[in-house]
Structures are given as structure tokens and as C-alpha cells.
């Protein structure tokens, strides 16, 4: 069975303000986007890569893939949308039991040790597995008027992050599930897992490394930098 990588790159990156989207700002002389792809292609070469581009992106140049095997694929209206084009491109291609490893384009920091372990967990899980890390801070519910309503209790919360790793099969399954008109419905699917778990199935939590950022905001370009020049590819 093969290796599918699915990267979500159709969003406009609101948060992070300007025109420009965010992966395509520039982190240490290069698009996000290209750190992104750099990292996953050094330790996938061999994967088929399915790239979710926004219909009317401007900004994106072929030359930033590295990889031989790949495809554009249309992004949808949210991200799940996205995923969901990838993955019917894969079912054009890929078997049932193929694994596909989706990825945000946002999280250009991914480490070689975090993809693999990841991968091997994933190999290993009948319900797939995703990169995450315990909650490092006191968590508050707000009242909706700008004040506490309470704390949570942080122990045994995650936050997860990307990339995330499922049976193709099972990832299919999950996320039509979950958009169905009984299902989790988009406002919840904000990750694969999500929806899997919303199946009943239980994905593996493997512990990441903190620096494994999601550029959201202008201030997190500083940070990718900084932790991308103390970790050369
Ligand atoms: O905005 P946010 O960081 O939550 O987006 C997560 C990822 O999903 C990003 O990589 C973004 O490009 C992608 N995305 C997408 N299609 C959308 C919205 C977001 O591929 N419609």
C-alpha cells in the first residue's frame, strides 16, 4: 500500500491580516508553503502528494513542490472541504487500506522525528493517529460577557495538531459521516480526527514537539523563524 500526503493550502489566512495568504509569507527567504512541503518531502519522497490550492490562488508558483508525484486538487469552501476533493482524488487512485498523512500548510515547523513517529503510529493504529501535545495552560471557559465562568480541568487534555494519519478507507467513511445531514457538521470537524472519533474509534495520541506551530498570527512568522533556523533541514 502506497503513502497519500494531503495538504490543506486553500485558506486566505484572515487572522494573520495583510492581502497576502499566509503560506505565502515569507519565513527565512522562503514561503511557508515551500518550508511545508520541504519538510514533508524529506521524509516522503516517495509519497504521492494532493495539494488543496484556493481555484483562484495568484500566488502559486509550481516551482515550490518538491515532489515528482503530485497533484492540485480545488480547495472547498472550508477546510474540511478541502480534504474532502483530496480524498476524492485518492479514491481515483489509491486503494482502501492506503495511509493518508494530511498535513497543515500552516505548520511549516514539523520535525523529521514528530513525521515519523507519527507515521509509524499510524501504520500501527487500525484508527489512525495524530501529533499532539498536553495542555500547558490553565484553561478558562469564558461567560460570554468578557468574564470567567470557570476553569477547566487541563489534565488529560491535548491539543492536537498536524499532521494526522488514517486508513484512506476509514478517513473517507468518517468525513461523510460527519457532513452528513445527521452528522458532527462542519462547525466541529476541525481536524480528521474529529470525525473519526465521531465514528467511535479512538486515534492515537503521539506526543509532538511544542515548536510544531500553527502560523495564525503576525507574531508566529517570528517565532517560525526562529525555530526553523535552530532546526536546519
Ligand atoms: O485557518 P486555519 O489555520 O485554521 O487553516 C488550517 C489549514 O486549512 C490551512 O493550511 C489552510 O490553508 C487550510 N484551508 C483549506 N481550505 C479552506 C480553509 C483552510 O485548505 N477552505
Not at 501529533?131 to 468578557?146: C, E, F, H, N, Y
Not at 465562568?149 to 491539543?159: H, P, V
Request: hydrophobic share 45%.
Amino acid at each position: 500500500s502506497r503513502l497519500w500526503l494531503i495538504v490543506p493550502a486553500a485558506g486566505v489566512g484572515k487572522r494573520v491580516g495583510g492581502t497576502c495568504p499566509k503560506q505565502y509569507l515569507e519565513v527565512a527567504g522562503r514561503p511557508v508553503l515551500a518550508h511545508t512541503l520541504a519538510r514533508l518531502h524529506q521524509s516522503f519522497p516517495e509519497a504521492r502528494l494532493c495539494l488543496c490550492l484556493a481555484p483562484d490562488d495568484d500566488w502559486f508558483d509550481p516551482a515550490l513542490v518538491p515532489f515528482t508525484d503530485w497533484q492540485r486538487v480545488a480547495g472547498g469552501a472550508e477546510r474540511v472541504h478541502s480534504v474532502v476533493n483530496a480524498l476524492a482524488a485518492v479514491a481515483a487512485q489509491g486503494a482502501p487500506d492506503d495511509l493518508v498523512l494530511v498535513h497543515d500548510v500552516a505548520r511549516p515547523c514539523v520535525s523529521a522525528d514528530d513525521l515519523s513517529r507519527l507515521y509509524n503510529a499510524a501504520l500501527a493504529s487500525p484508527d489512525g493517529a495524530l501529533l499532539a501535545s498536553p495542555v500547558a495552560d490553565t484553561i478558562k471557559r469564558d461567560d460570554g460577557q468578557g468574564a470567567v465562568a470557570n476553569t477547566e480541568d487541563r489534565r488529560g487534555l491535548w491539543q492536537a495538531q498536524t499532521p494526522q494519519a488514517f486508513r484512506f478507507a476509514l478517513l473517507q467513511e468518517a468525513l461523510a459521516r460527519a457532513l452528513a445531514p445527521d452528522g458532527i457538521g462542519v462547525g466541529r470537524i476541525t481536524d480528521e480526527a474529529s470525525a473519526v472519533e465521531a465514528l467511535g474509534r479512538a486515534p492515537r495520541l503521539v506526543a509532538g514537539r511544542r515548536d510544531n506551530i500553527k502560523i495564525t498570527h503576525p507574531e508566529d512568522l517570528r517565532l517560525a523563524e526562529l525555530i526553523l533556523a535552530g532546526d536546519a533541514v
